[in-house]
T-cell receptor, first 116, second 109 residues
Framework: GAGVSQTPSNKVTEKGKYVELRCDPI?????LYWYRQSLGQGPEFLIY????????DSGLPNDRFFAVRPEGSVSTLKIQRTERGDSAVYLC??????????????FGPGTRLTVL | SQQGEEDPQALSIQEGENATMNCSYK?????LQWYRQNSGRGLVHLIL?????REKHSGRLRVTLDTSKKSSSLLITASRAADTASYFC?????????FGAGTTVTVRA
């Protein structure tokens, strides 16, 4: 498809379990971003990749959260020892990573994570 | 933390009327962007205005930016039922977007 895709669309897990969320960016986009959106709030930045490397992971809330992008395309957000407070919609976005203030990020539909 | 704050939090208008929402932010920016979100289509990019621009138009959308007041406004003219959604402003700095909590717009038929 032409847009950003995310799988699964919904994930229900139990407290303490490990989860992986996948993002397929738009073909040709070198930059990839993860955001988290809680109910009634706007998305909050988690991590930004330029190519294969994490250029900025300042938004990751703690060391239970980790993300990879080994081949510079698909990315996986990994959450260890999930907590109920991790329940949210996890959004992935991609862009050309242009400098100069004109870069537009295109968002996927998100993965709704529910931790019971 | 979220930089932008939208005002009002919610807005209900009649089809055909105009809708205006405002956004204030705290730090310097490269650009400011507006997004729309509804349950059917996720978060959709509407318009980007650079820090050196004051006004921009796209179809029925008009965005203004006042960097001295650190504020922006989004005007939707001749609203339609399909405009019912949440609207977010997002400031862009160092490749990151910082979103506000959004304005929920309901357009009544």
């Amino acid at each position: 498809g032409a847009g950003v895709s995310q799988t699964p669309s919904n994930k229900v897990t139990e407290k303490g379990k490990y989860v992986e969320l996948r993002c397929d960016p738009i073909s040709g986009h070198t930059a990839l971003y993860w955001y988290r959106q809680s109910l009634g709030q706007g998305p909050e930045f988690l991590i930004y990749f330029q190519g294969t490397g994490a250029a900025d992971d300042s938004g990751l809330p703690n060391d239970r959260f980790f993300a990879v992008r080994p081949e510079g395309s698909v990315s996986t957000l990994k959450i260890q020892r999930t907590e109920r407070g991790d329940s949210a919609v996890y959004l992935c976005a991609s862009s050309y990573g242009l400098a100069g203030g004109s870069d537009t990020q295109y968002f996927g539909p998100g993965t709704r994570l529910t931790v019971l | 933390s979220q930089q932008g704050e939208e005002d009002p939090q919610a807005l209900s208008i009649q089809e055909g009327e105009n809708a205006t929402m405002n956004c204030s932010y705290k730090t310097s920016i490269n650009n400011l962007q507006w997004y729309r979100q509804n349950s059917g289509r996720g978060l959709v990019h509407l318009i980007l205005i650079r820090s050196n621009e004051r006004e921009k138009h796209s179809g029925r959308l008009r965005v203004t930016l006042d960097t001295s007041k650190k504020s922006s406004s989004l005007l939707i003219t001749a609203s339609r039922a399909a405009d019912t959604a949440s609207y977010f402003c997002a400031t862009y700095q160092d490749y990151k977007l910082s979103f506000g909590a959004g304005t929920t717009v309901t357009v009544r038929a």
